[in-house]
């Protein structure tokens, strides 16, 4: 009987304890820093700096996470988030984001063609993976920015 009462507590105890868990999402402010480090085949490995709010009282840990992207309204391929990233607790800090973009094929005129504009519209939609604490936790994201295509960094890419 007391095994029980042990067993039962126990789980009320941790309901008790996930239940006064408050999140809050963390604000993505802006991105900034874009830097083309290689190109290989359809493959593009990109980094840049994400300013980020984390308004809630533990840090986050966000894993390796693949997303849909888009660029001026058209699908153009995948990106994926290549380590991962550490969010500090009740902070706004800089964090720098390495991905891989892999473009799908025929989407390269596409992309050039965009490169003519002063900005592009970049779009990813997916689910991302993450940690608190010892936790496991993911969440749906689609979000849209507005990118000035003249502060790209092409690290010496004849384009």
């Given at each position: 009987m007391t095994r029980l009462i042990k067993?039962?507590?126990?789980?009320?105890?941790?309901?008790?304890?996930?239940?006064?868990?408050?999140?809050?999402?963390?604000?993505?402010?802006?991105?900034?820093n874009f830097h083309l480090k290689k190109i290989?085949?359809?493959?593009?490995?990109?980094?840049?700096?994400?300013?980020?709010?984390n308004p809630n009282g533990y840090n986050l840990k966000i894993k390796p996470s693949v997303f849909d992207l888009y660029i001026n309204d058209s699908h153009v391929g995948i990106i994926k988030l290549d380590e991962r990233i550490k969010i500090v607790k009740r902070s706004e800090s800089t964090v720098a984001v390495p991905v891989t973009a892999e473009v799908l094929q025929g989407a390269l005129p596409k992309l050039l063609a965009g490169a003519l504009k002063k900005t592009a519209t970049v779009r990813i939609v997916g689910k991302v993976k993450g940690k608190v604490s010892i936790f496991p936790a993911s969440k749906k994201i689609d979000e849209t920015r507005e990118i000035p295509l003249r502060d790209l960094d092409?690290?010496?890419?004849?384009?």
């Open positions: 067993k039962w507590g126990f789980l009320l105890l941790l309901l008790f304890i996930f239940s006064a868990c408050s999140y809050e999402n963390v604000e993505f402010k802006e991105a900034e290989e085949g359809r493959n593009l490995s990109i980094s840049f700096d994400a300013i980020l709010n092409f690290g010496g890419f004849p384009f």
